[in-house]
Nanobody, 118 residues
Framework: QVQLVESGGGSVQPGGSLRLSCAASGLAFSTYIMRWYHQTPGKERELVAWITDTGETTGYADFVKGRFTISRDTAKSTVYLQINSLKPEDTAVYYC???????????WGQGIQVTVSS
């Protein structure tokens, strides 16, 4: 059974940092492109960052460049999102997504809340 489990969310003050983790199981992790999205109430889910299956290439939404860093650990089948200099507008539910590089298949985690407030 394929499963993505996010962790590391919570409440922080503006300017703080968090590291989100997404642990994958039931899939060949090294063959999946991994992405992080976020979603706020009433808005569509929005791509935040992505990393290729090899980990060689990453990409970011303009609004997070320089503050967010995506990385992956193949040995642990885990993708991370380091979030620094948090702003109130970063408050959202963050979702992990895995997309197969070779098949028409992708899956989602259950989401994890990040709240930035003083």
């Amino acid at each position: 059974q394929v499963q993505l489990v996010e962790s590391g969310g919570g409440s922080v003050q503006p300017g703080g940092s968090l590291r989100l983790s997404c642990a994958a199981s039931g899939l060949a992790f090294s063959t999946y492109i991994m992405r992080w999205y976020h979603q706020t109430p009433g808005k569509e889910r929005e791509l935040v960052a992505w990393i290729t299956d090899t980990g060689e290439t990453t990409g970011y939404a303009d609004f997070v460049k320089g503050r967010f860093t995506i990385s992956r650990d193949t040995a642990k089948s885990t993708v991370y999102l380091q979030i620094n200099s948090l702003k109130p507008e970063d408050t959202a539910v963050y979702y992990c997504n895995a997309q197969s590089r070779y098949f028409d298949y992708n899956c989602w985690g259950q989401g994890i809340q990040v709240t930035v407030s003083s």
